[in-house]
């Protein structure tokens, strides 16, 4: 139990573009979803929480006009990178919590997606 | 803000035996979560071990155990029996109590030697 999944596992695409990726929880329903990023040889670094019916909550330093965030059902969010430069190619990474998305709820974390921007 | 900070980049133990990873944290909450992470190359984040930081009798699950000290806020991960299969980058993560996502060090490197 407790599976994620990311669409597309992997993508390119051209300066200027749009890229959506999606996250699903197969086996549960979650309120609440993470998006990370993780450069190369480096952490994940949390970029927004994304809340089932409302409006995504970002960090500090991530535009929220760049990485538009949809948390459509409790099993589907979606991130979107909107107008896309080399400098947004990186490893974008969801989680999901098992239950409520309580502090002391374990996320589980889906495969991640290269995204390569040229 | 919090932070967590693992000072090993990189770690090197033979096959069977122990090695214990390094995490120190930094909070002014008193309720939190902390939780060991391994990223084989698959770049799969894998949940390894996690501790509620009002329980304190340490954590375990089969060969992995922690060292939960609260009031020197350390979480140290102990593997023991190394298997190669273990060979991954672990991160340590903390989670506040405000249900926010999670806080990750730089990770540890972890080699293991045939």
């Known amino acids: 139990g407790a599976v994620v999944s990311q669409h597309p596992s992997r993508v390119i695409c051209k300066s200027g573009t749009s890229v959506k990726i999606e996250c699903r929880s197969l086996?549960?329903?979650?309120?609440?979803m993470f998006w990370y990023r993780q450069f190369p040889k480096q952490s994940l670094m949390l970029m927004a929480t994304?809340?089932?019916?409302?409006?995504?909550?970002?960090e500090q330093g991530v535009e929220k006009d760049k990485f538009l965030i949809n948390h459509a059902s409790l099993t589907l969010s979606t991130l979107t990178v909107t107008s896309a430069h080399p400098e947004d190619s990186s490893f974008y990474i969801c989680?999901?919590?098992?239950?409520?998305?309580?502090?002391?709820?374990?996320?589980?974390f889906g495969p991640g997606t290269r995204l390569t921007v040229l | 803000a919090q932070t967590v900070t693992q000072s090993q980049p990189e770690m090197s133990v033979q096959e069977a035996e122990t090695v214990t990873l390094s995490c120190t944290y930094d909070?002014?909450?008193?309720?939190?979560?902390l939780f060991w992470y391994k990223q084989p190359p698959s770049r799969q984040m894998i949940l390894v071990i996690r501790q509620e930081a009002y329980k304190q009798q340490n954590a375990t699950e089969n060969r992995f155990s922690v060292n939960f000290q609260k009031a020197a806020k350390s979480f140290s991960l102990k593997i023991s029996d190394s298997q190669l299969g273990d060979a991954a980058m672990y991160f340590c993560?903390?989670?506040?109590?405000?249900?926010?996502?999670?806080?990750f060090g730089k990770g540890t490197h972890l080699i293991i030697q045939p």
């Open positions: 993560a903390y989670r506040g109590g405000g249900a926010d996502g999670l806080t």
């Open positions: 909070t002014s909450e008193s309720d939190y979560y």
């Open positions: 989680s999901a919590s098992v239950l409520a998305g309580g502090p002391g709820d374990t996320q589980y």
């Open positions: 086996d549960f329903q979650a309120t609440t």
């Open positions: 994304s809340n089932e019916g409302s409006k995504a909550t970002y």
